[in-house]
């Protein structure tokens, strides 16, 4: 069983950053793919990122390209998401998301993560 806690959400403005955290518990964390959903109000829960068990393995949503950064570290049971150049079409809030243990398929659908945090709220002024 894999708990999964995010942090660092908040209000920022448009063009300006931050950084969500995910702290993890579990002694298999480093056998799970891990991935960063969002969700808007009234809207589908979305892939925004995935990163594989070591690291070097990433995927972005093409809306994130080139502004966002998934990132691990396994000694520390830990994942994050560097937001820059925010937008407004970011807001969300944003969850954080495990898979089974020993997964290798990078995916990027809901049903491929069984566990997930509580989400941590963005909001973009503009």
């Known amino acids: 069983q894999v708990q999964l806690v995010e942090s660092g959400g908040g209000l920022v403005q448009a063009g300006g950053s931050l950084r969500l955290s995910c702290a993890a518990s579990?002694?298999?964390?480093?056998?799970?793919?891990m991935a960063w959903f969002r969700q808007a109000p009234g809207k589908e829960r979305n892939i925004v990122a995935v990163?594989?068990?070591?690291?070097?393995?990433?995927y972005y949503v093409d809306s994130v390209k080139g502004r966002f950064t998934i990132s691990r570290n396994n000694f520390q049971n830990m994942v994050y998401l560097q937001m820059n150049s925010l937008k407004p079409e970011d807001p969300a809030v944003y969850y954080c998301a495990a898979t089974h243990p020993s997964t290798i398929v990078m995916t990027t659908t809901r049903d491929g993560y069984a566990y997930w945090g509580q989400g941590t709220q963005v909001t973009v002024s503009a």
């Open positions: 579990g002694r298999t964390f480093s056998r799970h793919t």
């Open positions: 990163i594989g068990w070591s690291g070097p393995n990433t």
